[in-house]
């Protein structure tokens, strides 16, 4: 890796999450965008509106592949390109950040692992979660042994968001598409890998597909887990809400967490410590992944903190599996598609909800 005064960037992909890695670039001082690209034409009139005077806009991206002045590429496609532009950033020599998953199947993650493993490129996995500060307080608490030996996990996240037929079709089912950051953050505290599992899962408002899943069982380890993923969560009420935790037990205390998009509390009830913290929630803390990418680059050595491609493509196999596993059970269904309709239709016209794509101008 060479020394770089600042970071060259450019982004393949400028939807949601490109306008965020947009923003948090635009904001530090260690990185530059040099180029976006996007095969939708709206998008890029966008990102015309957004990026700064000379950023190049295309349509092709070899002409970020090939460019001589970027050092590192931002993948914010849909999946279904990830593994294609992965290759291809071996093949450039460019550096990646790329967003979750690595692969649109299992068999493209495991080429995807076989192509960056001799190569000598830095790859980072946006998994916003192992950033977050909260986690990080809460596994130093645990670390501090002030709750015993730890447990059991419990992992939470259910939310108003994306309803099914939104987009992120090539992500999968929602508990792989979101869910795995759930599993991966379930198997960074247990530090073990999960060894068995039951699933049982819903069909909400008759979608093919499960849109709310709870999995528990164990690791490894001897530590036992649950975790419960959905955005079944009360689209259509009058006031949106949500409810996201985790929750630690030990043999002696606990260490908890939970947010409110704004602010995240955790309080931690150690054996001879009690502590309660507020802080801003952080929401993607890309801000923080930026950072130490570049930092990465600049001393020469990588952040052991940044996330790997291998962590996320296990998240991603274990999501599948747990999904799996709910297809095998009783996956009983409730609502109907109209209810789905109206659903989808307040997120896209009257722009209520969490985690908004784009707006579209024709629903499908
Ligand atoms: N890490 C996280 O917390 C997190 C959160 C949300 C989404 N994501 C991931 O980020 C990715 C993007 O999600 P999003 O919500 O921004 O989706 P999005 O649909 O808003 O944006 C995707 C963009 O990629 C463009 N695109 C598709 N194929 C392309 C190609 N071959 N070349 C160039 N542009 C292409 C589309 O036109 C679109 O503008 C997904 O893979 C999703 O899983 C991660």
């Not at 073990?192 to 499960?210: G, L």
């Not at 789905?340 to 499908?364: A, D, Q, S, V």
Request: with cysteine; net charge negative.
């Amino acid at each position: 890796m060479k020394n770089h005064p600042i970071i060259k960037a450019g982004i393949i992909g400028f939807g949601r999450m490109g306008e965020m890695y947009l923003k948090e670039i635009s904001k530090s001082p260690l990185w530059k965008i040099c180029a976006i690209c996007d095969i939708d034409h709206e998008a890029l009139e966008i990102a015309g509106r957004l990026a700064p005077k000379g950023t190049l806009l295309t349509q092709n991206e070899n002409d970020i592949f090939e460019s001589e002045e970027i050092d590192v590429i931002i993948l914010s496609t849909l999946a279904d390109a990830r593994k294609d532009h992965l290759f291809k950033a071996v093949e450039s020599k460019k550096h990646v950040i790329t967003e979750k998953p690595i692969g649109a199947s299992l068999e493209e993650q495991v080429a995807v692992l076989g192509k960056l493993e001799n190569s000598d490129i830095l790859v980072a996995v946006d998994l916003p979660l192992r950033n977050a500060w909260y986690h990080k307080t809460i596994k130093e608490f645990i670390d501090s042994e002030q709750i015993g030996e730890l447990a059991i996990v419990r992992v939470c996240h259910m939310t108003p968001g994306l309803a099914p037929g939104e987009g992120h079709w090539a992500e999968g089912p929602l508990f792989h598409d979101c869910g795995m950051h759930y599993v991966d953050i379930a198997r960074w505290y247990a530090e073990s890998e999960f060894k068995t599992w039951n699933a049982q899962a819903i069909r909400m408002w008759n979608y093919e597909e499960p849109w709310w899943l709870q999995v528990h069982g164990t690791f490894e380890n001897g530590i036992v887990f649950d975790i419960t993923q959905g955005h079944v969560y009360g689209q259509l009420a009058k006031d949106l809400t949500h409810n996201g935790y985790v929750d630690l037990i030990g043999t002696k205390g606990i260490a908890r967490m939970n947010h409110n998009y704004v602010t995240a509390t955790v309080e931690l009830h150690g054996t001879s410590k009690t502590h309660v913290i507020k802080k801003p929630f952080g929401d993607k803390n890309l801000d923080i992944l930026l950072h130490k990418f570049a930092q990465s680059l600049m001393q020469g050595h990588r952040d052991p903190f940044l996330p790997r491609v291998e962590d996320a493509a296990l998240a991603s196999e274990y999501a599948w599996k747990f999904l799996n596993n709910a297809a095998l059970n009783e996956m009983p269904v409730r609502g109907n598609l109209q209810t789905l309709e109206e659903i989808r239709k307040r997120r896209n016209n009257k722009r209520i909800g969490y985690g908004l794509l784009r707006k579209k101008k024709h629903m499908e």
